[in-house]
């Protein structure tokens, strides 16, 4: 049982107060949340100073990985070794110390029956959430795991961590109180819960599908029907998830709060003072924005970024151009240590049953740093430790980063009109190593325009949000604790040094693991993309070892030829094979024929390839194959073979070498590969179909390779060849090879045309820029 100590500021009556460990020896705390910042800053504190609590952690298996491996796994990090080593291990340190409860608050399981208090660390914290899962985490969530807490351990406290923000767009001082609102608790859940299932079906309908599946048929139609559906498949879901946190976000506004997060949070401790109500020990305990630690478990210590990191990463590395705030206003910023030991001394000294507690950790009403503070303190730090901008020294930091709402509005308009615009032009534009250096570049600064207007938008509300979190009941508390334990368990914010902890301690640890990134990064070597193994070109088994050989999976490296092994087209290879065989009087008026069609042809290429090569192959009506295969084998043969770049044919040379089959896929007529048969142990190509005489009628014999059918091509070839594909190789120049790449686990992209550039790039594909060969770029027959 608790001994119920009421909070008094009077240091009269501290002599009556045991001590925080006293107070907490032998109690049996249940922990949640352990694996996020708090809850682990939160473990750490109680192992090393409060040693003589029992404590329960109630954490969910993730994957194939249980509570108790993620429980030893946390306890594997350096801030705990010392508290392992005392207990001689972790096994040790968590069977004397810490009992694991496997669960999820979506099902909590049933806790032990001898519970003297639970800190509910666990929750949603993301500003954006979508609108089902925040409810269900923060609403849901709260109300199974008192159920539980109820059943097991009905006179435990339960200290329930908030957030000071759930109050909302309120403005000026915040009381440490109940919020004021008469929102419908349950009529807002059974909202929030249905959203998933009502956007589900909304996503299905006829509007939406056409709209989504006629922007990915533009996009991806050249690749084929199948890619492009799935792409508006993949669509769905994302506009499925965007609409669930709009939504969320709208309805959170339209009642006060920022957000969907402060919106669910603000809902759940509704929900913990109807326990409260009921005859429980409950405390509310609502910090501010949690950043780095002062002094333990170390100065700076921080798991994963939180509120203002991106803000700040993204302002020295010249990214941020204006900072989405008024300099005057007040950022609420308490350091973690603070907030762990507050919870510590909480949790010492219940309230009294149906007697809430309420307490704001925070810095703004004693101490306050203001944007402009902050900004202060960023630049003079990036100032005197810069990042580094490539080989061009030092970023360059802005200059006017307050320019007002208005100002920052219009300027992000302009740049995502002119994002726009320049996204056009680009996939429009013809391919080439200045092409695809401009979409990176374009792309870049979409990521940065995207970034500035998601997080302008998300901290927009806190940026000019003036909140006083008054905190005279934490003060209260602070100042009954004893001398050793305000010692110990230090959390009077109004102590803080801004400038040695944002400058000397905050920003620096922040930034170490980004500026380690880029030494890594800069570092590292380029990839050699798909390392061959060395494999028995005979068996398949690996070679040039004493071990007996290793049975490998046979391994194919499938290619395609124009564009690919040569800088080439169809419409091009037509030109060479019909002027070889025409007389010289005739090929200006052929050129000139072919002249005329091409800007018809571009066009159906636009949108389909297989239209295209079809209406490119009729050209050959009445010429006889025989012909065509002997202008192949003479002076074509010389001119193929020279324009084949010689990194293409060394690495067609590895890859035999390493035992794997060669396989050519192209678009491209039969005879005109005939040169390339000693390279391929197989050649897919178009054939031309011929009437009795052997002279083409115009037509093909089969449908040309294009799109899926060559993904379709590879897969059948694998399974007739006993390939696995998952190690297999193919190269590829254009978006509409996407499915032939996508059908192997070894892609490359070879010089790529921007769509496909812009694939590979996302999908972290192989990506080089063979040379062409130059030696023979002529058209034969024409220049002689
Ligand atoms: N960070 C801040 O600046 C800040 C400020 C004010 C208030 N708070 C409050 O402090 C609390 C902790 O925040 P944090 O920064 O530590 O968050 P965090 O790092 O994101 O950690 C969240 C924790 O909640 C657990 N969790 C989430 N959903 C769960 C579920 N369905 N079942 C079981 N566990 C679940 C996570 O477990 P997994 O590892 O299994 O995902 C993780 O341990 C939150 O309630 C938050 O509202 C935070």
Redesign the pocket.
């Given at each position: 049982m608790w001994q119920v100590l009421r909070m008094t500021a009077d240091p009269g009556s501290q002599a009556a107060r045991p001590s925080i460990r006293t107070s907490l020896a032998g109690r049996h705390v249940l922990v949640?949340?352990?694996?996020?910042?708090?809850?682990e800053a939160l473990l750490h504190l109680l192992l090393t100073e409060v040693p003589d609590v029992r404590l329960s952690v109630?954490?969910?298996a993730?994957g194939s990985t249980t509570g108790h491996a993620r429980i030893a796994k946390l306890l594997g990090k350096p801030i705990f070794a010392e508290a392992v080593a005392t207990a001689v291990g972790i096994e040790d340190l968590m069977a004397s110390t810490i009992t694991v409860v496997e669960g999820?608050?979506?099902a909590p399981p049933e806790l032990p029956r001898d519970l003297d208090a639970v800190v509910h660390?666990?929750?949603?914290?993301s500003f954006d959430p979508p609108v089902d899962d925040a409810f269900r985490?923060n609403v849901v969530?709260v109300r199974a795991l008192l159920a539980r807490i109820e059943e097991a351990s009905p006179d435990a406290h339960y200290l329930h961590?908030?957030?000071?923000y759930v109050s909302g767009r309120r403005r000026g001082h915040i009381p440490e109180g109940p919020l004021e609102h008469s929102v419908d608790l349950d009529a807002e859940l059974a909202w929030g819960l249905s959203q998933r299932a009502e956007l589900e079906a909304r996503s299905r309908e006829a509007d939406v599908l056409a709209k989504l599946r006629r922007r990915a048929e533009r996009e991806h139609g050249r690749a084929g029907l199948l890619t492009a559906a799935a792409s508006a498949e993949d669509e769905r879901k994302r506009w499925v998830r965007r609409e669930l946190v709009r939504v969320g976000t709208e309805r959170a506004r339209s009642l006060g709060w920022t957000d969907c997060y402060t919106f669910t949070?603000a809902l759940g401790e509704r929900v913990v003072e109807a326990y409260a109500d009921a005859g429980h020990r409950v405390t509310i305990y609502r910090?501010?924005?949690?950043e780095s630690a002062l002094e333990r478990p170390h100065p700076g210590w921080i798991?994963?970024f939180?509120?203002a990191e991106p803000l700040i990463l993204a302002f020295g590395r010249g990214e941020l151009p204006v900072f989405p705030a008024n300099p005057d206003t007040t950022i609420d910023i308490v350091p973690i240590d603070h907030v762990v030991s507050s919870i510590v001394a909480a949790l010492a000294y219940p309230p009294a049953p149906a007697e809430p507690a309420y307490f704001h950790l925070s810095s703004g009403h004693r101490n306050p740093v203001t944007f402009g503070m902050l900004l202060d303190f960023v630049r003079a730090y990036f100032e005197e430790e810069p990042f580094a901008h490539g080989e061009r020294g030092a970023v360059r930091l802005p200059e006017r980063p307050f320019p007002g709402p208005a100002v920052v509005e219009r300027m992000l308009l302009t740049g995502e009109r002119a994002q726009k615009a320049a996204d056009w032009v680009i996939g429009h534009a013809p391919r080439g190593d200045r092409t695809r250096a401009l979409a990176k570049k374009i792309d870049t600064q979409g990521r940065r325009l995207r970034f500035l207007r998601r997080y302008l938008s998300l901290y927009e509300e806190y940026a000019q949000a003036d909140l006083r979190f008054v905190d005279d009941q934490m003060m209260a508390l602070y100042d009954s604790l004893t001398p050793e334990d305000r010692e110990t368990f230090a959390f009077d914010t109004s102590v803080i040094d801004w400038k040695h902890y944002l400058h000397d301690t905050h920003i620096p640890a922040v930034t170490k693991p980004v500026r380690d990134l880029d030494a890594l990064r800069s570092r590292r070597k380029r990839p050699v993309p798909g390392q061959l193994r060395r494999l028995s070109p005979s068996t398949g088994s690996e070679t040039g070892t004493d071990s007996e050989p290793v049975e490998a999976p046979r391994v194919a490296a499938f290619f395609d030829m124009d564009g690919t092994l040569l800088s080439s087209n169809i419409i091009e290879t037509y030109l060479w094979m019909r002027l070889g065989e025409l007389p010289t009087s005739g090929r200006l008026g052929e050129l000139s024929r072919v002249a005329a069609k091409v800007p018809r042809w571009v066009q159906t290429d636009r949108k389909e390839r297989g239209g295209f090569i079809r209406s490119v192959y009729q050209e050959y009506v009445g010429a006889r194959l025989a012909d065509l295969e002997a202008i192949a084998d003479g002076s074509l043969g010389q001119h193929v073979l020279g324009r084949l770049s010689p990194d293409a044919v060394r690495r067609i040379r590895e890859h035999r070498a390493a035992g794997h089959l060669t396989v050519l896929v192209t678009g491209a007529i039969r005879p005109l590969t005939r040169p390339l048969a000693p390279l391929f142990d197989h050649i897919e190509a178009v054939d031309l179909a011929v009437d009795r005489y052997g002279v083409c009628t115009g037509r093909l014999a089969s449908s040309p390779l294009v799109g899926e059918a060559r993904a379709a091509f590879v897969k059948a070839y694998a399974r007739e060849h006993d390939l696995d594909l998952s190690g297999c190789f193919a190269y590829a120049d254009s978006h509409s090879d996407l499915p032939l790449l996508a059908a192997v686990g070894q892609p490359v992209a070879v010089r790529p045309d921007v769509p496909l550039y812009r694939h590979a790039r996302k999908s972290h594909w192989s990506i080089v820029d063979w040379s062409s060969s130059t030696t023979a770029a002529r058209v034969p027959g024409v220049h002689k």
């Open positions: 949640t949340g352990v694996t996020g910042f708090v809850g109630l954490v969910r993730k999820d608050l979506a660390c666990a929750g949603d914290v985490t969530g961590v908030s957030t000071a949070k910090p501010s924005i949690i798991e994963g939180k509120m």
